[in-house]
């Protein structure tokens, strides 16, 4: 399913302390919206998990003064807002305020992946972030924006 376009639309929902998995909308196709949704209060992210051309737009993400929680097998758990692996990406307009997240739960979350889209086709693997547009997000009171930041530019950069 994740190089299949799924043309699906998420939008005008209220997800508020989902704290059962580690990505709250976990999107595994391409050409989806994502917009207009608010996600408050909880320990997870929404996650650009597998699949290409997908667009996160319009949408709150509030940590809401939610603490740094600890899991059952006792891990840290903290708030965050989205995590992209895959291509040609849209993340834009969208606002996010009071996380603690750190790497993988910061405010935007870019990674090197562990496989190169068209050098491996095993569907299990989290594939770079390539050609990611992000534009005109607000991040307000995040605690890691300086890392998140720094992160976004230098992958930018070598993409």
């Known amino acids: 399913m994740s190089l299949s376009s799924g043309y699906t639309l998420v939008e005008h929902n209220l997800f508020e302390d989902c704290d059962g998995d580690p990505e709250i909308v976990s999107v595994k196709s391409c050409d989806n919206i994502i917009r207009h949704n608010t996600f408050r209060k909880s320990y997870d992210t929404l996650s650009l998990r597998h699949g290409n051309r997908n667009r996160v737009e319009s949408n709150y993400f509030l940590g809401d003064g939610k603490p740094i929680g600890t899991s059952p097998a006792g891990s840290s758990l903290y708030t965050g807002g989205i995590r992209i692996y895959g291509k040609d990406h849209l993340i834009i307009n969208n606002y996010m305020q009071g996380f603690n997240g750190t790497r993988w739960d910061a405010p935007i979350t870019l990674t090197l992946g562990d496989a190169i889209d068209g050098q491996s086709s095993n569907l299990s693997k989290h594939f770079r972030a390539e050609r990611v547009t992000i534009a005109y997000n607000t991040l ?17 950069i070598k993409t």
């Open 140 to 156: 307000v009171d995040n605690e890691q924006v300086s890392k998140s930041v720094l992160i976004i530019m230098v992958i930018t």
